[in-house]
Structures are given as structure tokens and as C-alpha cells.
């Protein structure tokens, strides 16, 4: 044979050599991790948990499916050969699948297979240890929630793997719930010097599960005598809890704010709209929550037409009802200046008996055409879910998005005022009526325009509010009082005003609440408004002008 071909001959055999060394070692682990399987199946109690610890420590991907397997009571042993596999329900019987191996092994019956017994501590010890084994996974997300599973389960068996996984650890995110967890469990340590370390690395958080933890330290059993006996550690659990309950308190106070930032968006489309009508005509509009009722129901026909037609397209739906209320709305209010308003100008007490009378029989219209039940408005997908804070406040989506549009309404309309011949216009006639008329300014066409704008807004504001409110006949009664308070707070026809009329009355009913409920801290705030306007009778932001300060 010639020389090269010895030589390669001579480096297939090397290479047999060195396939057959390296398949030794895996196929002695993979008897260890069968062994190992089969002693969960068919061992003692003791020597299951040994078990289960020994399969963690193997950090192999199988293990997982195995330990859920065995916490849902789903690890059986096939009595042909006793081979333990993994069974899910099916109509002829159990689906099985090779514990070890992952090969499906078909379907048999439920006599061929012996459940493996596992009592209650032995499948939540499964479940911990499933937490356990995913301390280490690649994914970020993963790791934090089995982190998460560990302080609640605060398992001791789980110290070790999480001094190792904080070792390798690079996420803040994750790290810091896995430090939580730890300091979690050391608080039912021997060590007083380990009960110190847990109560000073939970102090620096902020979370009402461990207020929870650090007060039950701090309680007092009949005879006396405290749960946490070393008295250093009692101090700092004091301590501690005094400043995660001053931090909780902050956020609290933060929470109620939104709420009333929230409130007060609301309140801003509602009644911006009322500004500009009641500041350019003088008119006062009870049917003007009738327009955010149109407007909610325009909103209802929208999203049925999207939903019998473009199912697909229903997240822009929101999108296209915006300009459809506006619409409705707008014409509605174009309709009943023309027809009602114009006829009562100067006579307030019959304008106001007209609006209170057509707000009546928009209301019976709405029940006769849609039925006098609440009717279902949808949210999109982008407007669902909710942030989570780490002291439980959470903020919706939905009212971000209905804070961003009220915001964005207001600088829409001051744009309309100080860009545009028509906001020129309504501020010409605002600010002296007379005079604009001698300068030639169609007044009764701005009255119309103005009605229709400001009950197109209505409209929006109708959009919106299906979105956290019921969709019945009577939403618009639901805050016209309250639009009439924000526009007289604020300043009567001053934008600016009702802005911060919105926003201040949102906050502080949202503030009142929670110590004076919810009725009498709106009669609170009634008797202030009240004191106030005796002091400043033209609210917050007074307009200027002629006919105002004459």
C-alpha cells in the first residue's frame, strides 16, 4: 500500500478514536440523567427530592419538562419495562413521551401506566425547583420571572442557585429581583448578622409585599414577645419599613395625581368645547353633553361598520371615528344654532330652557334608535395593557393615550384661534361684538361656525370617553356640570383657563377622594370654586376685551 494511503488510514483512526472518546463521557451522563429520572419515578420520598436536586444541578434543558411534569401530576411509568415518560390527555387514552429521550412513544391505555406518586410537598418543591432552573436562562425575561417565583416562593433550596446566577448576572433589572429574592429567604435565617443584610438590601426597595414582610417581623404575639427576637434587626426592620411606608406614600400622592391628570383631560375635551361657545356667544348650552353623547355613539356605528366589513382593520378604527364624531357632531350643532339659538340671542333664561329641552329629546332619539342599554365600544390593541410602577401603581394605557389627545385637541384649537381668518374672526367678535360687526364681520355666520366647532370638540370628546365610560343616553349628563365648573373656574372664553381650570380640578378632586370620598370631595371642591369666584368673579385667566370689561 503506498505511503499517503497508510497515512490515511492512519487519520481515520484517529479521528474513530476521538468520536468514540468524546461519545463515552456523553453517553455515561445520559445513564446518570436516565438513572437519575428513574430514581423520581420509583424511589422513596427522600431519595426523590435527592433527585430533584441532583437534575437541577445538571442545568440540562430536559430537566424542565420533567419537573413540570411531576408538579402537574403528569409523570408516569410504562409497566411493560418500566420506562417513566411524560403523558398528556388524549380522547384513547395518554399521549406518552420519553422522559430522557423526548421520542414520542405513541398513545396507550390509562391501564398500562402507573402515575408517579408525588404528594403536595413534593410537587411544590418541583415547582420552586422549575424557578430554580431557569434562574440561568439565556432569555432576560425568563430569568426575571423565575427570580419573581423565587421570592414568592422564598425557598431556601434556592440560595445557592441564585448566589450563583447573581455571580453571572448582568441585567439591573434582573439582578435586582434577584437580590430581593435572596434577601427574601435570608429573613428566615439563624444568622441575626444574614436577617440584618436581607432587612437592609429590601429597606432600599419600594414594594408593598415587602412592607408586608418587614411589619411581621415587627408583630407582637400575645405574651409580648416579637417575631424577630435579635433587637438590632428589629431596629432596622423599623427602620426600613418607616421609609418604604414615606416612598409608598409618595407614590401614592404621584398615583392620584395621574388619576387627576387623567380626570382632567377629560374634563378638557368636555368642556373646551363649552368655552369657546359660551366666551364668543354668551350662550349657555345644557345640550352640550348631548354632543359628547353623539359623539360616543358615532364612535359605536364606526366600529360596527369596521366590524361587519374590515374586521382585520378594527385597530384603525378609533382613527377614523375621530373625524366621523367631529362631523356628526359639528353638523348637529351648526343645525341647532341655526334653528334654536339664533332666535333666543340675548334672552339667556329662554336659551337655557330651549338647550335644557333639546338635550331631553336628543336623549329619547338616542334611546329610540339604539335602545336604552349600554352599547359595547372596543379598544384597539394599541391602547390596551397598562404600565406597572414597582409600588403597584399602574398606568393604563388608554387614559395615556386620551391625556396625549386631549392635549393635542387644545393645540389644534389655538392654532384654529391664532393662525386662521375664522379664529380671527370668533376673537374679534369675542372680545366686542359691535365693533365687529361695524368692520364687517358676518357675525351670525362666526355664532354658527363657532357652535359647530365647539360642538364638533364635544364630539372628540365623545371618542374618547367610549373608551373608559359607559356608551348610554345619558354620558353627556355625566359631565356637563362639571364643564360648566371648569369654564366658570377657569375664566369664561379663555382657552388657557379652562386648561388649567381642567387640570386643577381633575387633580384636586383626585387628591379629596381618598380621605373624603368621592361625593363630599366633590361638594369640597363646589364650596371652593364658590369662595373663589367671589374673589375673582372672572376665574383664573380673565379675557380682555371691550365688551367684557364694560
Given at each position: 500500500?503506498?505511503?499517503?494511503?497508510?497515512?490515511?488510514?492512519?487519520?481515520?483512526?484517529?479521528?474513530?478514536?476521538?468520536?468514540?472518546?468524546?461519545?463515552?463521557?456523553?453517553?455515561?451522563?445520559?445513564?446518570?440523567?436516565?438513572?437519575?429520572?428513574?430514581?423520581?419515578?420509583?424511589?422513596?420520598?427522600?431519595?426523590?427530592?435527592?433527585?430533584?436536586?441532583?437534575?437541577?444541578?445538571?442545568?440540562?434543558?430536559?430537566?424542565?419538562?420533567?419537573?413540570?411534569?411531576?408538579?402537574?401530576?403528569?409523570?408516569?411509568?410504562?409497566?411493560?419495562?418500566?420506562?417513566?415518560?411524560?403523558?398528556?390527555?388524549?380522547?384513547?387514552?395518554?399521549?406518552?413521551?420519553?422522559?430522557?429521550?423526548?421520542d414520542d412513544l405513541g398513545v396507550v391505555a390509562s391501564r398500562d401506566v402507573d402515575r408517579v406518586r408525588a404528594n403536595n410537598r413534593l410537587r411544590r418543591l418541583a415547582g420552586s425547583a422549575i424557578g430554580t432552573l431557569t434562574l440561568m436562562n439565556p432569555d432576560p425575561a425568563v430569568?426575571?420571572?423565575?427570580?419573581?417565583?423565587?421570592?414568592?416562593?422564598?425557598?431556601?433550596?434556592?440560595?445557592?442557585?441564585?448566589?450563583?446566577?447573581?455571580?453571572?448576572?448582568?441585567?439591573?433589572?434582573?439582578?435586582?429581583?434577584?437580590?430581593?429574592?435572596?434577601?427574601?429567604?435570608?429573613?428566615?435565617?439563624?444568622?441575626?448578622?444574614?436577617?440584618?443584610?436581607?432587612?437592609?438590601?429590601?429597606?432600599?426597595?419600594?414594594?408593598?409585599?415587602?412592607?408586608?414582610?418587614?411589619?411581621?417581623?415587627?408583630?407582637?404575639?400575645?405574651?409580648?414577645?416579637?417575631?424577630?427576637?435579635?433587637?438590632?434587626?428589629?431596629?432596622?426592620?423599623?427602620?426600613?419599613?418607616?421609609?418604604?411606608?414615606?416612598?409608598?406614600?409618595?407614590?401614592?400622592?404621584?398615583?392620584?395625581?395621574?388619576?387627576?391628570?387623567?380626570?382632567?383631560?377629560?374634563?378638557?375635551?368636555?368642556?373646551?368645547?363649552?368655552?369657546?361657545?359660551?366666551?364668543?356667544?354668551?350662550?349657555?348650552?345644557?345640550?352640550?353633553?348631548?354632543?359628547?353623547?353623539?359623539?360616543?355613539?358615532?364612535?359605536?356605528?364606526?366600529?360596527?361598520?369596521?366590524?361587519?366589513?374590515?374586521?382585520?382593520?378594527?385597530?384603525?378604527?378609533?382613527l377614523v371615528a375621530i373625524p366621523a364624531a367631529f362631523l356628526v357632531a359639528g353638523l348637529a350643532g351648526i343645525a341647532i344654532e341655526r334653528g334654536i339659538i339664533r332666535f333666543l340671542y340675548g334672552r339667556p333664561l329662554e336659551t337655557l330652557l330651549a338647550t335644557w329641552g333639546l338635550?331631553?329629546?336628543?336623549?329619547?332619539?338616542?334611546?329610540?334608535?339604539?335602545?336604552?342599554?349600554?352599547?359595547?365600544?372596543?379598544?384597539?390593541?394599541?391602547?390596551?395593557?397598562?404600565?406597572?410602577?414597582?409600588?403597584?401603581?399602574?398606568?393604563?394605557?388608554?387614559?395615556?393615550?386620551?391625556?396625549?389627545?386631549?392635549?393635542?385637541?387644545?393645540?389644534?384649537?389655538?392654532?384654529?384661534?391664532?393662525?386662521?381668518?375664522?379664529?380671527?374672526?370668533?376673537?374679534?367678535?369675542?372680545?366686542?361684538?359691535?365693533?365687529?360687526?361695524?368692520?364687517?364681520?358676518?357675525?351670525?355666520?362666526?355664532?354658527?361656525?363657532?357652535?359647530?366647532?365647539?360642538?364638533?370638540?364635544?364630539?372628540?370628546?365623545?371618542?374618547?370617553?367610549?373608551?373608559?365610560?359607559?356608551?348610554?343616553?345619558?354620558?353627556?349628563?355625566?359631565?356637563?356640570?362639571?364643564?360648566?365648573?371648569?369654564?366658570?373656574?377657569?375664566?369664561?372664553?379663555?382657552?388657557?383657563?379652562?386648561?388649567?381650570?381642567?387640570?386643577?380640578?381633575?387633580?384636586?378632586?383626585?387628591?379629596?377622594?381618598?380621605?373624603?370620598?368621592?361625593?363630599?370631595?366633590?361638594?369640597?371642591?363646589?364650596?371652593?370654586?364658590?369662595?373663589?369666584?367671589?374673589?375673582?368673579?372672572?376665574?383664573?385667566?380673565?379675557?380682555?376685551?371691550?365688551?367684557?370689561?364694560?
Amino acid at each position: 500500500m503506498p505511503v499517503s494511503g497508510l497515512r490515511a488510514v492512519f487519520v481515520c483512526v484517529v479521528f474513530v478514536f476521538a468520536a468514540l472518546a468524546a461519545a463515552a463521557p456523553s453517553r455515561a451522563q445520559d445513564g446518570d440523567f436516565a438513572a437519575l429520572v428513574a430514581q423520581l419515578a420509583v424511589g422513596a420520598f427522600e431519595e426523590k427530592v435527592a433527585a430533584i436536586e441532583a437534575l437541577v444541578a445538571t442545568g440540562d434543558p430536559r430537566v424542565q419538562a420533567i419537573l413540570e411534569a411531576v408538579a402537574d401530576r403528569n409523570l408516569y411509568v410504562r409497566e411493560a419495562d418500566g420506562l417513566v415518560a411524560i403523558g398528556a390527555d388524549h380522547p384513547d387514552g395518554l399521549s406518552l413521551t420519553d422522559a430522557v429521550t423526548g421520542d414520542d412513544l405513541g398513545v396507550v391505555a390509562s391501564r398500562d401506566v402507573d402515575r408517579v406518586r408525588a404528594n403536595n410537598r413534593l410537587r411544590r418543591l418541583a415547582g420552586s425547583a422549575i424557578g430554580t432552573l431557569t434562574l440561568m436562562n439565556p432569555d432576560p425575561a425568563v430569568r426575571l420571572a423565575a427570580a419573581e417565583a423565587v421570592f414568592r416562593s422564598q425557598d431556601a433550596s434556592a440560595l445557592s442557585a441564585l448566589d450563583q446566577a447573581l455571580a453571572e448576572e448582568t441585567d439591573d433589572a434582573v439582578r435586582q429581583a434577584m437580590a430581593k429574592a435572596r434577601a427574601a429567604i435570608l429573613l428566615d435565617s439563624d444568622d441575626p448578622a444574614a436577617r440584618l443584610q436581607a432587612v437592609e438590601t429590601l429597606g432600599a426597595l419600594t414594594d408593598p409585599e415587602i412592607r408586608s414582610m418587614l411589619a411581621a417581623m415587627l408583630r407582637q404575639s400575645n405574651d409580648g414577645s416579637f417575631q424577630e427576637t435579635d433587637e438590632a434587626v428589629r431596629a432596622a426592620a423599623g427602620e426600613a419599613l418607616d421609609a418604604i411606608e414615606g416612598r409608598l406614600a409618595t407614590w401614592r400622592v404621584a398615583g392620584y395625581v395621574y388619576q387627576g391628570i387623567s380626570l382632567g383631560s377629560v374634563l378638557l375635551l368636555a368642556a373646551i368645547g363649552l368655552a369657546i361657545t359660551f366666551g364668543v356667544m354668551g350662550v349657555i348650552n345644557m345640550a352640550h353633553g348631548e354632543m359628547v353623547m353623539l359623539g360616543a355613539y358615532t364612535t359605536y356605528v364606526v366600529q360596527q361598520i369596521f366590524r361587519d366589513l374590515a374586521p382585520g382593520l378594527f385597530d384603525v378604527s378609533l382613527l377614523v371615528a375621530i373625524p366621523a364624531a367631529f362631523l356628526v357632531a359639528g353638523l348637529a350643532g351648526i343645525a341647532i344654532e341655526r334653528g334654536i339659538i339664533r332666535f333666543l340671542y340675548g334672552r339667556p333664561l329662554e336659551t337655557l330652557l330651549a338647550t335644557w329641552g333639546l338635550s331631553l329629546i336628543l336623549q329619547q332619539l338616542v334611546r329610540t334608535v339604539f335602545g336604552p342599554t349600554n352599547r359595547e365600544v372596543g379598544s384597539p390593541s394599541w391602547m390596551q395593557g397598562a404600565i406597572e410602577t414597582t409600588a403597584g401603581i399602574t398606568l393604563t394605557y388608554n387614559r395615556l393615550y386620551i391625556i396625549l389627545f386631549s392635549l393635542i385637541v387644545f393645540a389644534g384649537l389655538i392654532f384654529v384661534l391664532r393662525r386662521t381668518a375664522l379664529g380671527l374672526q370668533m376673537r374679534a367678535v369675542t372680545q366686542n361684538r359691535q365693533m365687529a360687526r361695524a368692520m364687517g364681520i358676518r357675525t351670525d355666520r362666526v355664532d354658527a361656525l363657532t357652535f359647530g366647532l365647539g360642538s364638533g370638540i364635544a364630539g372628540m370628546a365623545g371618542v374618547a370617553l367610549s373608551q373608559i365610560d359607559n356608551v348610554s343616553p345619558n354620558l353627556g349628563q355625566s359631565y356637563i356640570i362639571d364643564s360648566f365648573l371648569v369654564v366658570v373656574f377657569g375664566g369664561v372664553g379663555n382657552l388657557w383657563g379652562t386648561l388649567a381650570g381642567a387640570f386643577s380640578l381633575g387633580i384636586a378632586n383626585k387628591l379629596l377622594e381618598p380621605y373624603a370620598g368621592a361625593v363630599l370631595g366633590k361638594i369640597l371642591v363646589l364650596v371652593a370654586i364658590i369662595l373663589f369666584i367671589q374673589k375673582r368673579p372672572r376665574g383664573l385667566v380673565a379675557l380682555k376685551g371691550r365688551a367684557v370689561e364694560g
